[in-house]
T-cell receptor, first 114, second 115 residues
Framework: AQSVTQLGSHVSVSEGALVLLRCNYS??????LFWYVQYPNQGLQLLLK??????LVKGINGFEAEFKKSETSFHLTKPSAHMSDAAEYFC????????????FGKGTRLSVIA | GAVVSQHPSRVICKSGTSVKIECRSL??????MFWYRQFPKQSLMLMAT?????????EQGVEKDKFLINHASLTLSTLTVTSAHPEDSSFYIC???????????FGPGTRLTVL
């Protein structure tokens, strides 16, 4: 079984400050890991994903995440927050087959203060 | 990249009526599709797995007689909410894995409001 824990249901940062959204996972098989962003009343947009290879993954909009197997973590970061980053962020895990459903964390709402 | 569409994007219906939601993979074939439900300010929860040519498999606590799933072809899965009630109001999202790339693609979601 797989599971995802996102620490902090709400994170608030100042514009220009570092964004750090935490994600820890549990998986009995090598995981595929994902970060999605969801704006109000919209669907999911894939930010980035880790499958195999380089553990530091760069995504869209300046976001990146690092897969740390020893810590079972996949934290999402962005050096400088922008007002447009305010949204709900979901971390998700699946197995390596690519043909199984994603298991989502509860989500973290990011607020950016001017 | 591959695209998954959903129709309708938004639907409002009266309590007791049935609503059909379509999920289509536009440029790839999907023998499997997944249906998720997202209540306000909550995460996505898997409802069921739709399998082309066979019965859908439902997650624990999801009523198969209420949420009818039909995977009619390799590019289309439908979710019918039967005898809808206000508590069924939610955001329904489908996803489909592209067997060529092993990537999953999400539809834009359908907002169901039951009055």
């Amino acid at each position: 079984a797989q599971s995802v824990t996102q620490l902090g249901s709400h994170v608030s940062v100042s514009e220009g400050a570092l964004v750090l959204l935490r994600c820890n996972y549990s998986s009995s098989v090598p995981p595929y890991l994902f970060w999605y962003v969801q704006y109000p009343n919209q669907g999911l947009q894939l930010l980035l994903k880790y499958t195999t290879g380089a553990t530091l993954v760069k995504g869209i909009n300046g976001f990146e995440a690092e897969f740390k197997k020893s810590e079972t973590s996949f934290h999402l970061t962005k050096p400088s927050a922008h007002m447009s980053d305010a949204a709900e962020y979901f971390c998700a895990v699946s197995d390596f087959s690519g043909n199984t459903p994603l298991v989502f964390g509860k989500g973290t709402r990011l607020s950016v203060i001017a | 990249g591959a695209v998954v569409s959903q129709h309708p994007s938004r639907v409002i219906c009266k309590s007791g009526t049935s609503v059909k939601i379509e999920c289509r993979s536009l440029d790839f074939q999907a023998t499997t599709m997944f249906w998720y439900r997202q209540f306000p300010k909550q995460s996505l929860m898997l409802m069921a797995t739709s399998n082309e040519g066979s019965k859908a498999t439902y997650e624990q606590g999801v009523e198969k007689d209420k949420f009818l799933i039909n995977h009619a072809s390799l590019t289309l899965s439908t979710l019918t909410v039967t005898s809808a009630h206000p508590e069924d109001s939610s955001f329904y999202i489908c996803s489909a894995p592209d067997g060529r790339t092993l990537q999953q693609f999400f539809g834009p979601g359908t907002r169901l409001t039951v009055l």
